[in-house]
């Protein structure tokens, strides 16, 4: 079946400007989380959802960063007001459950001027 | 603190000279030890679970093993498609842990013909 799939590829913005990124899990996958990759850095932890239980936002660095799932499928990480040093790629993988091996998507590599 | 530390940083091999990578972890009651495989421009692409001191997992020419501090990925007469970053993760245990994966630096294997 389709794997997990993020969009867009790559995406270019402006400093001060709001982006949204999208995570499509995989099918009948109950857990989704998001992390951050940046250079030189390993991945981080921002946000975990699991069916209807309240998400665990631990990982988001700043309150600009937001997300929410809609539906118990569909993805949506927010960054308001982008700063250069939110310039990572950013990995969404999903689960079958909580307690199981997690099946990531390509990224999206975002870049802040 | 739960953390992953992975070594070398980078390594170089012939074709057909066989190695291990090495991951040493501290966390607070283990759930699950996780390999990836991240080739460049792309996201995770997961190759063994581990959950209890003493398990093995073997895939082609690799084998994951697992102890109380530390698991190896032994790389056996390895080709220069086996070339890509090699992630060690681990997921802590307790009922207030959401499953996040916490990630080491992981290693760059760079296999010459």
């Known amino acids: 079946g389709a794997g997990v799939s993020q969009s867009p590829s790559n995406k270019v913005t402006e400093k001060g400007k709001d982006v949204e990124l999208r995570c499509d899990p995989i099918s009948g996958h109950t857990a989704l989380y998001w992390y951050r990759q940046s250079l030189g850095q390993g991945l981080e932890f921002l946000i975990y959802f699991q069916g209807n239980s309240a998400p665990d936002k631990s990982g988001l660095p700043s309150d600009r960063f937001s997300a929410e799932r809609t539906g118990g499928s569909v993805s949506t990480l927010t960054i308001q007001r982008t700063q250069q040093e939110d310039s990572a790629v950013y990995l969404c993988?999903?689960?079958?459950?909580?307690?199981?091996?997690?099946?990531f998507g390509p990224g999206t590599r975002l870049t802040v001027l | 603190e739960d953390q992953v530390t992975q070594s070398p940083e980078a390594l170089r091999l012939q074709e057909g000279e066989s190695s291990s990578l090495n991951c040493s972890y501290t966390?607070?009651?283990?759930?699950?030890l996780f390999w990836y495989r991240q080739d460049p421009g792309k996201g995770p692409e997961f190759l063994f679970t581990l959950y209890s001191a003493g398990e093995e997992k073997e895939k082609e020419r690799l084998k994951a093993t697992l102890t109380k501090k530390e698991s190896f990925l032994h790389i056996t007469a390895p080709k220069p498609e086996d070339s890509a970053t090699y992630l060690c993760?681990?997921?802590?245990?307790?009922?207030?842990?959401?499953?996040?994966?916490?990630f080491g630096q992981g290693t760059t294997l760079q296999v010459k013909p």
């Open positions: 966390v607070s009651g283990l759930r699950g």
């Open positions: 993988a999903s689960s079958l459950a909580q307690r199981g091996e997690q099946f």
């Open positions: 993760a681990v997921q802590a245990g307790g009922s207030s842990n959401t499953g996040k994966l916490i």
